[in-house]
């Protein structure tokens, strides 16, 4: 930029929430694995490294998507202003995170996983004199596809910085003869040596990064409760995750390069386009999902499995097992019916919308939950039978992020309420709490009918309890998980509040960066918290107890 004669030098200064949003983030997923992934007092075996390694794959698939710097390099048509001060895509301020919370999310979440493993119990630890390195455990196949992956997206995005840039056209059209109108426009982009420059640098980060994991993943030490055998296994467990999640992204990368080069010329004329490296990025993905990791082998050799509680060949138990995947249909079952009432839902006021499909998908699993315990009563329980409840219901780990995910509800209320008020905004915040108040009342079917409900009949010592836990365990999982999203649907919705309650200068057309950041981490918060399996209950300190005479309900 030229100015007064000079030339005065680009300067960008990033967030601080840039820095300290990943740190937030690594402490709150060390938090998860440790204490609600891992149980406390649970020592590491086949069963529950399988299901800690499972969880770290999950989470960092979910933390892999690219989908918002999709249009990196891209200026949309339509805005001739600086596109320093909009949600362009082509400066360092809004490059930078776009690339950086994907690259850096998944390369942090699996270093995570392997030091959130439980530390030794033994007084002394068992040496180990074999020098661990990464050949010894890296699976061959996948290694070499993704090392095919890294050069095919390095070629695609050299080859598109010989691109030249293109100077955005608003849209419009022009009467070409009498019958018909020709219409031009389009959205225009940025040099191709610039993108390139950015995405090859994300590359070359993910690159060092998933070396950096690997030689992590290998000299981790050994979980002493299980053979030399299965943490080898182990160790290959955990590449396989690693490998086909930054394989994804290193094909998100090249598809980002394509849908640059796609793009053709406004000035042209030419409006139809298409991303052939999409297709490929899609192919890819396809097969990364499918390449799945080997089985860690149990005491006995075979693959292990979660364990069930007592007496899980029993109806009831069976029945309660059923409950669990119809709550998985019933929680998608908003976004089926939604695709039929689109017009409905944009018609809607944006303050109720997402808030009303929280609590409708909350509604619909409370009352499977309610109708599990009814027909629990109906076909397997006595009135002879003693009603046993579980003295430890809930995991003191669920206990706490439920109690947590509710003081920060009410806090983003409270904030919010307050902020709004300094800018002169209507209630934005009412919605959501209305409606979460309506979550917790429709909770309160479903937890009487598990306490009312007699005891099973026919049943091994501790499945009425255990059964009674689970459905417990879903409820609270459930309330936790509302109330993290409702929450980041109020600071999402209200970022310029907490920006004027924190007396920060704010845009009214662009979101307040810390507040959709900490928005962002509970929407991702609120996943994994109903995503958070019922802990396996036989032996896992679910104790019970028949209710005393005077607490029985008649």
């Not at 160790?235 to 394989?247: D, F, K, P, Q, S």
Request: some cysteine; hydrophobic content about 55%.
């Amino acid at each position: 930029m030229q100015e007064s004669g000079g030339i005065v030098p680009v300067q960008f200064e990033l967030p601080p929430m840039l820095l300290l949003g990943p740190l937030v983030a690594a402490v709150v997923l060390y938090l998860i694995l440790r204490w609600v992934v891992w149980e406390p007092k649970m020592g590491a075996s086949p069963e529950t490294v399988s299901q800690h390694a499972l969880w770290v794959g999950v989470i960092g698939w979910m933390a892999s998507s690219l989908q918002g710097a999709m249009n990196v390099g891209i200026i949309p048509a339509g805005r001739t202003n600086s596109p320093v001060t909009g949600p362009f895509l082509v400066t360092p301020e809004t490059i930078i995170p776009a690339l950086a919370w994907p690259i850096l999310g998944v390369l942090g979440i699996h270093a995570i996983g392997q030091v959130s493993y439980p530390r030794p119990k033994r007084l002394r630890r068992k040496a180990s004199l074999h020098v661990r390195k990464i050949r010894d455990f890296l699976p061959r196949p996948l290694a070499w596809t993704t090392l095919a992956i890294f050069t095919g997206a390095t070629l695609f995005i050299a080859w598109t910085a010989t691109l030249s840039a293109y100077a955005p056209m608003p849209y419009g059209s022009v009467q070409e003869d009498a019958e018909g109108f020709r219409t031009f426009g389009g959205d225009g982009r940025i040099a191709g040596i610039e993108l390139a420059t950015w995405l090859g640098a994300a590359l070359v980060v993910l690159a060092a990064g998933t070396c950096v994991v690997l030689l992590l993943i290998s000299h981790r030490r050994q979980l002493e409760p299980l053979t030399d055998h299965d943490n080898s296994l182990l160790r290959t467990i955990a590449m396989n995750r690693l490998l086909r999640t930054v394989a994804t992204v290193a094909s998100g990368l090249a598809v980002i390069a394509g849908n640059f080069a796609a793009r053709p010329d406004p000035a042209v004329g030419s409006t139809s386009w298409t991303n052939v490296a999409g297709l490929v990025g899609m192919a890819v993905l396809l097969a990364m999902l499918v390449w799945a990791p080997p089985k860690l082998a149990g005491p006995t050799g075979h693959p292990a499995k979660l364990a069930t509680p007592a007496g899980g060949s029993h109806p009831a138990a069976r029945l309660v097992s059923s409950v669990g995947a119809a709550l998985g249909v019933a929680a998608a079952l908003p976004l089926l019916v939604g695709v039929f009432l689109v017009p409905a839902i944009m018609a809607a006021p944006a303050s109720y919308g997402p808030p009303a499909f929280v609590s409708l998908v909350t509604a619909l699993i409370l009352l499977v939950l309610a109708a599990g315990e009814l027909l629990l009563q109906r076909n397997y329980a006595s009135t002879d039978q003693p009603r046993i409840w579980p003295r430890q219901p809930v995991s003191p780990a669920l206990f706490t992020t439920a109690v947590l995910a509710l003081l920060v509800f009410v806090t983003t209320l409270v904030v919010s309420a307050s902020g709004n008020s300094l800018i002169g905004r209507d209630g934005g915040w009412l919605p959501p709490a209305v409606l979460s108040a309506a979550g917790v009342i429709l909770a309160l079917p479903a937890f009487f009918a598990t306490q009312r409900r007699h005891g099973i009949r026919d049943a091994p010592p501790g499945l009425d309890a255990a059964l009674r836990a689970i459905t417990v365990y879903r409820i609270v999982r459930t309330l936790s998980a509302m109330f993290m999203a409702q929450a980041a649907i109020v600071l999402l919705m209200n970022s310029q509040a907490w920006a004027a309650v924190f007396g920060v200068a704010f845009m009214p057309t662009i979101p307040w960066w810390p507040a959709s950041l900490a928005g962002a981490v509970l929407a991702g918060g609120a996943i994994v918290t109903a995503l958070v399996p019922v802990r396996a209950l036989a032996g896992s300190g679910y104790r019970s107890a028949p209710l005393p005479d005077r607490e029985a309900i008649t």
